[in-house]
């Protein structure tokens, strides 16, 4: 319950790293969509949050788990977080930071004005999938991704074959 109101905490309050920008006053639009992406924003100004997600792929593992690969990149001036990822075909995810494999703060993973950040590398940071369940023959799986300013976005990732 303490992570939800943390998480709920930093949604309304919008990132602390010294910068001044606010919670986003409006709900993000979609500006484009297709399997494995996704562009995101609010407004049409810079300073207003924007992502783009490219190469949202799942690779289901051979134990049950999988691992969701994807760049998100932070389109706008402003520092975004990118804090939680879930899936109705999950019992979990957890984001785990690069190097040693520990679990990301409750802030989440900095995505820096116009930076990108990989998911699903050796050495980057991994979104690990609990408990995965992909039906035979999918295609797509639904991903909920939620940031700090620009709020809950949905895209739907493509189904990779089984690792393992």
Known sequence: MAALLAVGALVT??????DKAGPVPTRAVSESSA???LTVKVGSTEDMPAVTITGATVRPGADGEGELAMVVHNDSTIPEHLVMVSSSQT????????GNGGTVPPVGVL?????SVTFGTQDGYHVVLQHLNV??????VP???LF???GMVQLKAIAGEKQG
Do not use: W, Y
């Open 135 to 140: 039906p035979s023959g999918a295609k797509e």
């Open 111 to 115: 995505l820096a004005p116009g930076s």
């Open 143 to 145: 991903v909920s991704v």
């Open 148 to 150: 700090a300013r620009l």
């Open 13 to 18: 309050t919008g990132c602390s790293d010294g």
């Open 91 to 98: 019992g979990g995810a957890v984001l785990k930071s690069p």
């Open 35 to 37: 399997p494995g992406q």
